[in-house]
T-cell receptor, first 115, second 115 residues
């Protein structure tokens, strides 16, 4: 149980285009989902917290207009990187948390490369 | 500011050696503490967690961790490592007593176990 999937697993896009990454909780309802960014040899940096049906809460320094987050249902959150640039290349990981749980379950991550 | 620090960035051990990875967090109050492992090419998995009660917690695969409140520490230990323990290890902390709230991750420790 408690499986989280991400799609796609890796994506290459051209500079200036937008990319959407999906995060799904497969066997539970996730009232809260989190989006992280992981740089090579670095820790996970929380980008934003999204609660189903409400606007995401972004961490300081994260551009909300660039990283659009939608948590439209209890099993799906999407992260759209708009007008991507090479510096947006990174590993993006989502996690999902059932309503009453203290524990987050992590997805396998999405490798974004912007050329 | 809330922060989590892992002192060992890269640890190399031989099989059967004992392991201790340090984790300290910035200040007190109510905390939930976690250790995650990320095997090469795989997603983050929970090793163990501390919410309350016995400060010595046991996790999967023979790992354990001890919460020392006075030292703001939650060090991870394993008496005898195996080659399959080669992975990235992350300490994470959630401040506050509610089940909402974000995780702050440490920088991660790369463990390399030589056969």
């Amino acid at each position: 149980g408690a499986v989280v999937s991400q799609h796609p697993s890796r994506v290459i896009c051209k500079s200036g285009t937008s990319v959407k990454i999906e995060c799904r909780s497969l066997d539970f309802q996730a009232t809260t989902m989190f989006w992280y960014r992981q740089f090579p040899k670095k820790s996970l940096m929380l980008m934003a917290t999204s609660n189903e049906g409400s606007k995401a809460t972004y961490e300081q320094g994260v551009e909300k207009d660039k990283f659009l987050i939608n948590h439209a249902s209890l099993t799906l959150s999407t992260l759209t990187v708009t007008s991507a640039h090479p510096e947006d290349s990174s590993f993006y990981i989502c996690s999902a948390k059932p309503g009453t749980s203290y524990e987050q379950y992590f997805g396998p991550g999405t490798r974004l490369t912007v050329t | 500011a809330q922060s989590v620090s892992q002192h060992n960035h890269h640890v190399i051990l031989s099989e059967a050696a004992s392991l201790e990875l340090g984790c300290n967090y910035s200040y007190g109050g109510t905390v939930n503490l976690f250790w995650y492992v990320q095997y090469p090419g795989q997603h983050l998995q929970l090793l163990l967690k501390y919410f309350s009660g016995d400060p010595l917690v046991k996790g999967i695969k023979g790992f354990e961790a001890e919460f020392i409140k006075s030292k703001f520490s939650f060090n991870l230990r394993k008496p005898s490592v195996q080659w399959s323990d080669t992975a990235e290890y992350f300490c994470a902390v959630k401040w506050g007593s509610s089940n909402t709230g974000k995780l702050i991750f440490g920088q991660g420790t790369t463990l390399q176990v030589k056969p």
